[in-house]
């Protein structure tokens, strides 16, 4: 399977705790986002990378969130001392190019926070 | 800043026409996507609009009216398997970055 693909598909955690969630996207895709959805909602955007470069920001990302893409390939995102709120399926989705409009989502990584 | 509005739920029976409208606010607009997300599953792209009129893929249809800051989704000979949340997502701002509506949920009933 080529597609993106993410990493856990669940996780469940207890309030306070730190997690880390992994992204892999579609190898030759050079852009890749986060989103974090909750129940009835759309995506809604968090940060994006071009290769490495960590371009932009939501106003709305907590500093507890952090993400990196060290070497242009996969991306890890942190949520430090989880909160309830952060309940939410958080999706990583790719793009070939800065101005390529389909974007391939993955399966997301389901968080409960408990 | 950026926002869309759409319907949140449409209904439907299979073999029938829908239509989801969308609505936005954007500055510097470069296009506007649809995608669809059954239950559980990941969005998966649809079709994407960056000048005025209708693009056709197969029983998919979306339309764009720039002027209007409007567009909108025809899904033709409704079937089942078409039961799933549809988003809008439109790209402006000065980046290529999808901000998405808050979905339609369409119910396809037999």
């Known amino acids: ?11 469940i955690t207890k ?4 997690v880390t969630f992994r992204c892999d996207p579609i190898s030759e895709h050079n852009r890749l986002y986060w989103y974090r959805q909750t129940l009835g909602q759309g995506p809604e955007f968090l940060t994006y990378f071009q290769n490495e470069a960590q371009l932009e920001k939501s106003r709305l990302l907590s500093d507890r969130f952090s993400a990196e893409r060290p070497k242009g390939s996969f991306s890890t995102l942190e949520i430090q001392r989880t909160e309830q709120g952060d309940s939410a399926m958080y999706l990583c989705a790719s793009t070939l190019g800065d101005r390529n409009t389909e974007a391939f989502f993955g399966q997301g990584t389901r968080l409960t926070v408990v | 800043g950026q926002s869309l509005e759409q319907p949140s739920e449409v209904t439907a029976v299979e073999g029938a026409i829908v239509q989801i409208n969308c609505t936005y606010q954007t500055s510097g607009f470069y296009g506007l996507s649809w995608y669809q997300q ?3 599953g990941a969005p998966t792209f649809l079709s994407y609009n960056a000048l005025d009129g209708l693009e056709e893929t197969g029983r ?13 989704l025809l899904l033709q ?12 997502a439109v790209m402006g701002g000065g980046s290529y970055i999808p901000t998405f509506g808050r979905g339609t949920s369409l119910i396809v009933h037999p």
């Not at chain 1, 309030?15 to 730190?18: C, I, K, L, S, Y």
């Not at chain 2, 339309?63 to 800051?69: K, N």
């Not at chain 2, 000979?77 to 809008?88: G, H, I, T, W």
């Open chain 2, 38 to 40: 059954h239950d559980g």
């Open chain 1, 1 to 11: 399977d080529t597609g993106v693909s993410q990493d856990p598909r669940h996780k």
């Open chain 1, 15 to 18: 309030r306070g705790q730190n």
């Open chain 2, 77 to 88: 000979e409704l079937q089942m398997k078409d039961s799933a949340s549809y988003f809008c």
């Open chain 2, 60 to 72: 998919f249809s979306s339309f764009l009216s720039r002027s209007d800051s409007y567009g909108y």
